[in-house]
């Protein structure tokens, strides 16, 4: 049997070797997590500002451009609309942009409540090609968030390429690979009542779809019928339309925690239903900003572990609020972040209760038995993920997510994207600035490819269909660490990869064609 104090005997020379292998083990571990950092922290910081590139050449030549065959079209000017088209003019990219309502903005134009503020802050929500005003405060408005949009719009030039009262009705493909598209376009014409004119056909070289993910609202299922007021929180504006009414509000995101707040304040009565336990976390920790306390280079099991400490420090167990335990782990879906809906709940201005099992004239009656009687019912509870301008182009996998190629780029075809599909867990603004500037890229590199550059990147294994992330929900969720980084190396490596691996790609499928050729002669 081996003397285990031999070890550890000065005058051992198996001391040496022990010695040997603990500094290696540290050495590699230190290299490793240096190296971990300086990877997560250089790749995906969504913090960082972008490198702003300008084509020069390219800009004098897409000044001179006005058939609209030689240009990309992009479908809305809201957050990420204005974000596309400052990235296509900087990169000299011919376009036009048309938006449906009578101002820029989009969501935040005619989507949003009139007292609503961001709820990731304002360092994670702006642009990272040009950073919100230093004197907004962390949470800006929806007046401040318009006021920036505009700023932002005529900052980069982009407001002379829009067109308003502009809506696109059909977008179709004019060949198999999407060398060119048919758009068809309804225009509101001044001076004629705003009505519209019968819709045009043009031919655009490629279109990028921006009208975002809050339009075609989802209703509940309801057994029986209900006889009040019933509205979608997509047509909630203002706490009048509470003031003095019993209100109960479906659903646990932001939006409804949103609506439960005002009803907790004006009306009558407040109730809330939720079908599950959710994650509701604060806007702010140690006096940050939430997204502030947790940086990229955290592996997502300590993210959740730090988070979930913060958590039982400042909320404890949601039980004791009257709410149910979440059914999930965090981040698995989108997390609520709200900072009074909790404090109403103490208070006893908001009454909660569970999933909705009926409904008789005003009377609700939930799971649990218990039967309440309101007048007006809020329906917070999301929306589908549908753009019917893009069908039958478009499909979509049978848990109604849209089959697209990391959930933006359109299988099959050519500048064919449908931007925004996805929704990050933390702040949007920098993974809209980085998805612009890498399919301002790729727009690029697809000039000088046979191929869509999206399939011959899944082809070659890096892309990949993105589909629904749990069976818990619809929506397709986004890391945005993992996003940046995604993103950052894209557009580094897209215009030197993607052409040589569609020649390899070429080159082998010849010879593969003419061994077939020659065993069949």
Not at 99 to 127: C, K, M, P, Q
Not at 189 to 203: F, I, L, N, Y
Not at 362 to 390: N, Q, R, S, W
Request: hydrophobic share 40%.
């Amino acid at each position: 049997m081996m003397d285990v104090t031999a070890l550890f005997d000065p005058a051992s020379p198996s001391l040496d070797v022990v010695r040997l292998v603990i500094l290696a083990v540290v050495g590699l571990t230190t290299l490793f997590c240096v190296g971990w950092w300086l990877f997560w922290s250089r790749t995906a910081d969504p913090s960082k500002l972008i490198n702003v590139v300008y084509d020069e050449e390219r800009i004098a030549r897409a000044a001179k451009v006005d058939k609209t065959e030689e240009k990309i079209l992009v479908v809305g000017a809201g957050f990420s609309g204005l974000a596309v088209g400052a990235s296509f003019k900087r990169h000299g990219i011919p376009i036009d942009i048309v938006d449906a309502n009578e101002e820029i903005g989009g969501n935040w134009f005619n989507g949003v409540y009139n007292d609503v503020h961001i709820i990731s802050s304002r360092l994670e929500t702006e642009y990272k090609d040009y950073p919100m005003p230093k004197n907004y405060p962390e949470f800006p408005s929806k007046a401040q968030m318009l006021a920036y949009l505009k700023s932002y719009a005529a900052h980069w030039g982009v407001l002379p390429m829009v067109r308003l009262e502009t809506e696109v009705e059909h977008i179709a493909p004019n060949d198999g690979c999407g060398n060119s598209y048919t758009v068809t376009i309804k225009t509101k014409t001044a001076g004629h009542q705003g009505e519209a004119v019968s819709p045009q056909k043009h031919v655009y070289k490629g279109v990028i779809v921006c009208t975002g993910h809050h339009r075609n609202r989802r209703w509940p299922k309801l057994e029986g019928t209900f006889s009040g007021e019933m509205i979608h929180s997509k047509d909630y504006k203002t706490r009048e339309q509470l003031r003095g009414k019993r209100v109960l509000t479906l659903g646990g995101g932001n939006s409804a925690m949103d609506v439960n707040a005002d009803a907790a304040q004006v009306a009558a009565e407040a109730h809330a239903s939720l079908r599950r336990g959710h994650w509701i976390l604060p806007r702010t920790g140690f006096g940050l900003p939430l997204g502030r306390l947790i940086t990229p280079w955290w592996p997502t099991w300590f993210v959740r572990r730090y988070t979930k400490w913060l958590l039982r420090i400042a909320v404890g167990d949601y039980r004791s609020y009257g709410l149910q335990k979440p059914d999930h782990d965090l981040y698995e879906l989108h997390p609520t972040i709200h900072d009074t809906f909790l404090h109403y709940l103490k208070l006893g201005r908001i009454i909660p209760h569970p999933g909705v099992k009926s409904v008789d004239g005003k009377e609700v009656t939930f799971v649990d038995g218990k039967t309440i009687t309101v007048d007006m019912i809020v329906c917070a509870t999301g929306y589908h993920l549908t753009y019917p301008l893009c069908e039958p182009t478009l499909t979509y996998w049978d848990a109604g997510v849209p089959k697209l190629i990391e959930g933006a780029f359109m299988p099959g075809k050519k500048n064919y994207v449908i931007f925004g599909t996805q929704q990050p867990r933390y702040g949007a603004g920098a993974l809209m600035c980085r998805l612009a500037e890498l399919i301002s890229v790729l727009v690029k590199v697809q000039e000088g490819m046979q191929h869509p550059y999206a399939d011959v990147a899944m082809k070659a294994g890096i892309m990949r269909y993105e589909k629904r992330p749990n069976k818990l929900t619809p929506d397709l969720l986004q890391d945005p660490f993992v996003a940046t980084m995604k993103m950052n190396l894209a557009t580094a490596a897209a215009p030197v990869l993607l052409p040589i691996i569609e020649r390899v790609y070429e080159a082998v499928l010849s010879i593969t064609r003419s061994k077939i050729h020659t065993h069949n002669a």
